[in-house]
């Protein structure tokens, strides 16, 4: 008979296998696993893969990371945990997390830069040596040189940081914790009218460029299927099914698209035609080609706005395009809201778009009638 610390040796035997790299165990899963220790606790870390010459590897990278934890503990230990170290943990988490996407990355990568630029020495000053009022001071600055949504990013940011620090033991108080958000403005959509941009289209597509039907293509395509401009980037010719009229948006090959799932999105008649007409220029194009050629258009876009007497336009506000002149044809928001891969049920397209011209609007209030 067993004891009962035979029975769990046994039970561990049965689960972990242990490999000639010290440190680097297999699970009876097949996946190798980091155990590495901190204080006396067992940590195991998954390093997701079932091949050994990678896992070493990877071994190799959690090692050098837990080295420097455990040197950020001792600091802490000692009240030495700097606005660097902090932010280097944070960093780590984002760069470790696999649901962000690499812009997500990068966007938070130019906010812990621009903290560090513009608060001279900030990067080696000890956590818990920052204070509420220098914190609200640099704020105010930087809320005279950014836009409300950068604000609001980089007190986010620096609340992250700072939990660090409080997480850590290094500190009690968030000096951020007395700062409050900024508004921000819906923006007001300046759309062209409908007369403006088939104006604009023409004027894009006889330019007389090497590219500048391929930039009509480019805008007609994200103005009719609202798509956003990495979506029409990545969609190929065997993503548009013109049988049952409607396209495939997958996104990127590894990061997908912005929410990270796929969509069905049904074509409207001048989308057809568009592609139909593509497709026909180009019948031999194989099926995992692109579909457009041209990636932007800005600076014809910004050319013809301007001939046409339009406000200037980017290409996201073709999306903008497409959802308005979705709306104003009698298609529901929450419907709208799905083709253009919003998640939230459409609330942030009811936020957007529940303002519409005032050409529609006006057009709109002449319907209703209390009349018996």
């Known amino acids: 008979m067993y004891d009962t610390a035979d029975m769990k040796r046994v039970k561990s035997a049965k689960i972990w296998e242990k490999t000639r790299r010290q440190n680097l165990w297999r699970h009876r899963s097949g996946i190798y ?42 600091s802490v230990a000692q009240g030495k945990l700097t606005f660097s170290d902090a932010l280097s943990v944070v960093n ?25 630029r513009t608060w001279s020495g900030i990067a080696t000053r000890p956590l818990n040596k920052i204070t ?12 005279a040189k950014t836009s409300a949504t950068r604000y609001n990013a980089t007190l986010t940011a620096m ?32 759309l062209p009218s409908r007369e403006q941009f088939s104006a604009m289209i023409e004027h894009i597509r006889t330019a007389g460029g090497r590219f500048s039907r391929d930039a009509a293509d480019f805008v007609c395509g994200l103005a009719f299927t609202g798509l956003r401009t990495g979506e029409a980037k990545h969609l190929l010719w065997r993503d548009l099914d013109l049988e049952a009229n409607r396209l ?18 049904p074509l409207i008649p001048a989308a057809i035609a568009l592609f139909q007409r593509m497709r026909s220029e180009r019948p031999r194009e194989d099926k995992a080609m692109p579909v457009f ?31 308005t002149t979705c709306i104003e044809a009698g298609v529901d928001i929450p419907t709208v809201s799905r083709w253009l891969g919003h998640k939230d049920g459409g609330a942030l397209a009811m936020k957007t778009y529940g303002h519409l011209r005032d050409e529609h609007s006006a057009a709109a209030a002449k319907k209703v009638s209390f009349a018996a």
């Open 293 to 323: 050629l041209v990636n932007e258009a800005q600076k014809a876009l910004d050319r013809a706005a301007k001939i046409v007497g339009s406000a200037r336009i980017v290409h996201h506000d073709l999306r903008h395009l497409f959802a």
């Open 33 to 74: 696993y980091a155990r590495l220790f901190n204080a006396g606790k067992q940590i195991w870390r998954s390093l997701k893969t079932p091949l050994f010459s990678v896992a070493e590897a990877r071994l190799d990278a959690q090692l050098t990371e837990h080295r420097k934890h455990k040197v950020k503990n001792t």
């Open 132 to 143: 509420d009022t220098e914190m609200r001071e640099w704020f105010e600055l930087w809320k």
């Open 248 to 265: 495939h948006v997958r996104g990127d090959a590894e990061t997908g698209t912005k929410n990270w799932e796929t969509r069905l999105v």
């Open 92 to 116: 780590g988490k984002l760069k470790s997390d696999p649901k962000l996407k690499p812009a997500t990355r990068k966007y938070h990568a130019e906010i812990f830069a621009a903290i560090v």
């Open 159 to 190: 609340r992250r940081i700072f939990k660090v620090g409080i997480d850590a033991g290094a500190l009690f108080i968030d000096p951020t914790q007395s700062i409050g958000r900024s508004r921000v403005r819906q923006k007001k959509l300046e």
